[in-house]
């Protein structure tokens, strides 16, 4: 069997490894851009020097040797052929396979802002080329503008403050975050940088670039008529799946990306898709259960993406923990809603009929077992007597005549 995977992130590799542990003897080659494997979710500590790109590895040095992989670095995928089971690549070589698994990832969207294409001194924030560009930014540039506070955004952020820089934030979006947290969460985030010297734009866009004579933009005049001092800009507001080769495939595309369904499988029975090329999931473990579930069935195993929560986020900014579930804000009035708060911590639970839609705990994330307790084993929390945020593990010990543990909701 002939085996052939596209892209190096995180469903890529994971993919691979998947593939190299149910078909030992078959032969796997990876077709990526980049030359080495990386981690883009600590780019930021790459940034700030507190890893070399060697530590962002996540796959071991030996990654070829030890999977036996003919990897094809530096190189571009122009079209797939799912008729004659050809991945072709620039220059016109053609690489044949039985199965293959599609995990290219996405890459920086630039807006359709007046005089921002083509503007000089600005980048994404999504690959090594963009991060070695921004070290020597650091160094030389006293006005740097983030546009977009999403985890990228906050992620770039960070670490510039690792360095000693301060950036101006700015996001269309009413708070940071705002994907992952309330406006409460997100405003515990908003004081601890404004504290460390953020300035911070929310519920604004960015409408023009000034630019000099040379092209460079010199600042960035906001949707309300503000301009912004900016020598260099860093977008990380939006992202846009890699599927221009995908164009004349005959793959079914929607308008975010590569359309597969829970087992990885696209419209073709013999090309899998998995990871941030769908357009809809953009969080690294997602991204690696996808690779390895899509290899899987590749390999003739079956299996399907059973998670609750394709939207699930921890971190971990400025020393301040939150982990998010689902959907964050309720959509209408028919949501419950249970909140927790002390001076160090903020705990809130949504549901609905029962079932959990969307959680966050921000400041102690010890409830966070409970939490996935009370997800994994389908527990109505409509039916729970005692108040949600009272759950400990001894409520769970409670053992059945075929001698498995269970929750009483009469507790």
Not at 23 to 34: E, H, Y
Not at 41 to 51: A, D, N, P, V
Not at 160 to 181: M, S
Not at 263 to 271: A, F, K, L
Request: proline share 3%; charged share 25%; aromatic share 10%.
């Amino acid at each position: 069997m002939r085996y052939v995977v596209i892209g190096s992130s995180a469903a890529g590799i994971n993919g691979v490894r998947e593939l190299r542990r149910l078909a030992p003897d078959s032969g796997i080659t990876l077709v990526s851009r980049d030359h080495s494997i990386y981690s883009r979710c600590i780019l930021h500590q790459y940034l700030s020097g507190e890893r070399t790109i060697e530590r962002l590895n996540f796959a071991g040095p030996d990654f070829e040797d030890r999977y036996r992989v003919n990897w094809k670095k530096g190189r571009d995928c122009t079209a797939v052929k799912p008729e004659e089971h050809v991945v072709v690549l620039d220059g016109g070589e053609e690489v044949p396979y039985d199965k293959l698994l599609i995990a290219t990832g996405s890459h920086t969207f630039y807006p359709p802002i007046r005089n921002l294409a083509g503007s000089k001194n600005m980048t994404g924030f999504r690959n090594l080329e963009d991060i070695d560009v921004l070290k020597e930014v650091a160094r030389t540039c006293h006005n740097i503008v983030v546009m977009g506070s999403g985890l990228v955004g906050i992620d770039c952020t960070v670490g510039f403050l690792e360095l000693g820089v301060k950036v101006t934030l700015i996001d269309f979006a009413g708070w940071l975050l705002n994907r992952q947290l309330d406006q409460r969460a997100a405003r515990t985030y908003q004081n601890l940088f404004a504290a460390r010297g953020i300035k911070q734009y929310y519920g604004v866009g960015m409408s023009e670039a000034i630019r000099d004579e040379e092209g460079n933009i010199t600042a960035c005049v906001l949707s309300d008529g503000r301009s912004i001092p900016c020598d260099y800009l860093v977008m990380t507001a939006g992202v846009r799946s890699n599927v221009e080769f995908l164009q004349d495939s005959g793959l079914e595309l929607s308008r975010f990306g590569l359309v597969f369904d829970e087992t990885g499988r696209t419209s073709d029975p013999d090309v899998y898709g998995a990871g941030d090329v769908s357009g809809l999931s953009p969080i690294w473990p997602v991204a690696v259960k996808e690779g390895m579930i899509a290899a899987s069935n590749m390999a003739g195993v079956h299996r399907k993406m059973t998670d609750f929560f394709a939207s699930k986020s921890t971190m971990n900014f400025l020393g301040m923990p939150s982990l998010s579930l689902g959907t964050v804000v309720p959509e209408d009035e028919t949501y419950q809603v249970e909140i927790r708060e002390t001076a160090d911590s903020y705990k809130k639970i949504i549901h609905r009929n029962g079932k959990i839609t969307g959680a966050i705990l921000q400041g102690d994330l010890a409830y966070s077992g409970i939490l996935q307790q009370l997800i994994a084993r389908h527990i109505d929390v409509s039916r729970v007597k005692k108040p949600l945020f009272d759950i400990d593990y001894s409520d769970f010990f409670r053992m059945g005549e075929n001698f498995e543990f269970y929750y009483d909701t009469e507790v």
